[in-house]
C-alpha cells in the first residue's frame, strides 16, 4: 500500500495534460524527425560509399559523385565553402572477414556510438580510443600501421557520438539549396573510364585496352610477362579439360557402377596454382581436389636437422614392462622419457648476401618461422646459393631467385622435398624489402624466394614471410632499375657472388641449456661440498665416552692414543703408563671383570 495507491482514480485533469494532450494552445510549427548521416554513407548521395574521401571538417563522401560535383559548383556540399578537388583526402576503411568496416588496431566494428577519427597523412581509419591510448597519452606522433609521423592537427573526426547535430541532413548546403549532379555525367563515367580523368601515357593505353581481348585476357590469366600468361592458360585449360572428363565419367557410370577413387594428377596442382586455394578449402572441395593434399601428403613430417633431447612429462614405462613380463631384466626405478624435438631458437637471424649490384643485409625470423628460416640458412651455409642468378625480376612487384637451373622450375629444399608454409599473422607481405618463399601452390616451398619492391597484399596467407632487408636498400634500388625482356628476364645478370651468416641461432647453444647447464653444475658443486666432513669422506676423531672409545682411531698417527671427547677437543692427551697397551682388547676386558669380582668379595 503506497500513498500514491490512487493517484490514477482522480476524475480530473492537470494542465499539463490539457495543455499537451486534451486541449489548450498547440504550436503551428512542425518539425520534420531528426536524421543523422551514418558514416559509412555518402554526405552528397546519402548510399554506402565505395571509394571514400573526406575533407578537413570530417564529411565522407564517394570520390565518383564529389568530383562532378566540384567541378560543376565548386564548393562544399555540406557547408557551401569553396572546395577544390586536391583538398579531398582518400580514407582506407578496414573491414572485418564479415565485411563489417572496424578498426585495424583494437578489430573493434564500427556502429553509429563509435568515435571515429583518421590520420590525414595516411588516411587511415581508427577509433579514437586506439589514438588516444598508443599516440596521445604516450606522446608517440606516428602512425599505428605505417610509422608515419603526424601531429594532433592531423586527426581529422569523422563520427563523434557526443556530438548528434554535427551531421544533421537538413543543414547540408546541396538540400538546402536542392543542388544535385545530372544522371548524364553519372552514366557517361560508368561508361567512359577516362571521363573527368586527366590521363596521359601508359594509362591511358591501360584504360583503352580494358574493353579488349587483350584486356579480357589479362584479366583472367593474371599479370607478368608472356611466359606466365602461357603456363596459365595452358594450366587453365587443363583444368577445364579434367572437369569435362569428370563430368562425362559420371555420366557414362549414372546406371549404378561403383567407380573408383581418382587419383591425384597435376591437374590438381594447376589448380592450386591458379585459384590459390587453401589447404582448408582442398580438403572441404571433394569435386575440385587441389595440389594442397598433394603437396601436404608429399612434404609430410621432415626430418629435424637442427633438434635437441627434451625431458618429457611421461617415463619410459620400464619399471611396469619389467613388473608384467617375464622377458625384460627387472626394473624398480621409474625414469622420465627422452625424446628428440625441433630446436625452434628465441632469437633473430642474421645473413648478408652478396651480389654483383651490391651486399643485402637480411633480418630472418627464426622464432616465428624456423622451418623456413632453418632451410634457408643452411642453404646459405652449404654454398647453395652461390653463383645463383636471380631469374624474374617484375619493376614495383618483386624480384625472385635461389634457383641454381635459373629456369623458376628448379631448387630443393635441406630435406630434399618441400616443406610445409609457415603463415602468421604477424609476417605479412607490407614493405619494400620483405623476404618471402616462391611456391607452385601450398606447401610447395623449396629454396626459391623473392624480395618485394613494394606492398603485396594480394600474396599474404599463400606464401611464407620469413625475413626483410634491413640494410642495402640502394642495392635493391639498382637491382629494381636493371632492364628485363618479354619473360621477366633481367638482361643485365644479377647474381649471388657470396653469403655471410653473421647470426645462426639453430647453431649456438640456447639460453635455456647454458642456464640449465650452470645449475646442474653448481648443484653438483654444493653436493661436493656437503660431503666433506661425513663418515667416509673426511671423518673425525671419535670418542666422547661412549661405545666409540672402544674403536680404532684410523685418523690417529700411530703410538697416539685417543683420550676421551673432552681431552681430545681440548688437544691435551692423559699421560699412559710405560709398557700398557693402548688398544682395548678381550685381555683387557677380562682383567677389568676380574677386578670388578674382587672388589665385591667380602674380606673375612
Known amino acids: ?76 556540399p555540406v557547408t557551401g565553402a569553396p572546395l577544390r578537388p586536391e583538398d579531398l583526402i582518400p580514407l582506407t576503411f578496414h573491414k572485418n572477414p564479415e565485411g563489417e568496416f572496424q578498426c585495424p588496431v583494437l578489430n573493434k566494428v564500427f556502429t553509429e556510438f563509435t568515435h571515429i577519427v583518421a590520420v590525414k597523412t595516411t588516411g587511415n581509419v581508427f577509433c579514437y580510443e586506439a589514438i ?27 563520427q563523434n557520438p557526443s556530438t548528434l547535430d554535427s551531421k544533421v541532413l537538413l543543414d547540408f548546403d546541396h538540400v538546402k539549396n536542392s543542388l544535385k549532379i545530372d544522371d548524364e555525367e553519372i552514366k557517361k563515367m560508368s561508361s567512359d573510364p577516362t571521363y573527368n580523368i586527366n590521363v596521359t601515357g601508359d594509362i591511358k593505353q591501360m584504360l583503352k585496352e580494358l574493353g579488349t581481348e587483350k584486356g579480357r585476357q589479362t584479366a583472367l590469366l593474371g599479370g607478368g610477362g608472356s611466359k606466365a600468361q602461357n603456363e596459365r592458360a595452358a594450366a587453365l585449360a587443363a583444368i577445364l579439360a579434367a572437369r569435362s572428363r569428370i563430368k562425362e565419367d559420371a555420366e557414362s557410370n549414372s546406371n549404378g557402377e561403383v567407380k573408383a577413387p581418382q587419383a591425384f594428377s597435376i591437374v590438381d596442382a594447376a589448380s592450386a596454382a591458379v585459384h590459390g586455394r587453401s589447404a582448408s578449402a582442398a580438403k572441404a572441395s571433394s569435386s575440385d581436389k587441389t595440389a594442397s593434399r598433394i603437396a601436404m601428403h608429399m612434404a609430410g613430417e621432415r626430418d629435424v636437422v637442427n633438434a635437441k633431447m627434451v625431458k618429457s612429462r611421461y617415463t619410459t614405462g620400464a619399471a611396469s614392462r619389467s613388473f608384467t613380463s617375464t622377458s625384460y631384466d627387472p626394473v624398480t626405478k621409474n625414469e622420465y622419457e627422452y625424446i628428440k624435438v625441433e630446436k625452434n631458437p628465441k632469437k633473430k637471424g642474421y645473413v648478408q648476401l652478396h651480389t654483383t649490384h651490391g651486399d643485402l643485409n637480411i633480418e630472418l625470423h627464426c622464432d616465428i618461422a624456423p622451418r623456413t628460416c632453418e632451410n634457408f640458412i643452411t642453404l646459405c651455409e652449404r654454398g647453395y646459393y652461390n653463383g645463383v642468378a636471380f ?75 620469413f625475413g626483410g632487408v634491413v640494410g642495402g636498400l640502394t642495392t635493391l634500388a639498382a637491382m629494381e632499375k636493371v632492364p628485363v625482356d618479354d619473360n621477366d628476364l633481367p638482361l643485365e645478370e644479377i647474381k649471388i657472388t657470396g653469403v655471410t651468416v653473421f647470426v645462426n641461432p639453430y647453431s649456438e647453444p640456447d639460453e635455456e641449456e647454458e642456464k640449465e647447464k650452470t645449475e646442474n653444475d653448481k648443484a653438483a658443486e654444493d653436493e661436493e661440498n656437503d660431503k666433506v666432513g661425513s663418515w667416509y669422506s673426511n671423518p673425525v676423531p671419535v670418542g666422547g665416552g661412549q661405545v666409540g672409545k672402544y674403536l680404532k682411531a684410523k685418523s690417529a698417527p700411530a703410538g697416539t692414543a685417543v683420550a676421551d671427547g673432552g681431552m681430545a677437543e681440548s688437544g691435551v692427551v692423559k699421560k699412559r703408563k710405560v709398557g700398557a697397551s693402548t688398544e682395548y682388547g678381550l685381555s683387557s676386558l677380562i682383567f677389568w671383570s676380574q677386578r670388578q669380582a674382587l672388589k665385591r668379595t667380602p674380606i673375612i
Open 1 to 76: 500500500m503506497g500513498k500514491k495507491q490512487h493517484s490514477k482514480d482522480r476524475m480530473f485533469i492537470t494542465k499539463t495534460e490539457w495543455a499537451t494532450e486534451w486541449g489548450g494552445a498547440k504550436s503551428n510549427e512542425t518539425h520534420a524527425p531528426f536524421k543523422r548521416l551514418p558514416f559509412y554513407c555518402c554526405a552528397l548521395t546519402f548510399t554506402p560509399f565505395e571509394n571514400p574521401a573526406c575533407t578537413a571538417d570530417g564529411s565522407v563522401f564517394d570520390i565518383m559523385h564529389i568530383i562532378p560535383y566540384i567541378r560543376k559548383y565548386g564548393k562544399h
Open 132 to 158: 588516444k591510448e598508443l599516440n596521445i597519452k604516450t606522446k608517440n606522433w606516428k602512425e599505428l600501421l605505417t610509422d608515419e609521423p603526424f601531429t594532433r592537427e592531423d586527426l581529422i573526426t569523422l
Open 391 to 465: 631469374h624474374r625480376n617484375i619493376r614495383n612487384f618483386m624480384i625472385q631467385g635461389g634457383d641454381p637451373t635459373g629456369t623458376g622450375r628448379g631448387g630443393e629444399s635441406i630435406w630434399g622435398k618441400p616443406f610445409k608454409d609457415e603463415l602468421n599473422s604477424k609476417l605479412v607481405h607490407s614493405g619494400r624489402g620483405v623476404v618471402s618463399m616462391a611456391n607452385s601452390g601450398p606447401h610447395t616451398n623449396g629454396s626459391q624466394f623473392f624480395i618485394l619492391y613494394k606492398s603485396a597484399n594480394h600474396l599474404n596467407f599463400k606464401h611464407t614471410v
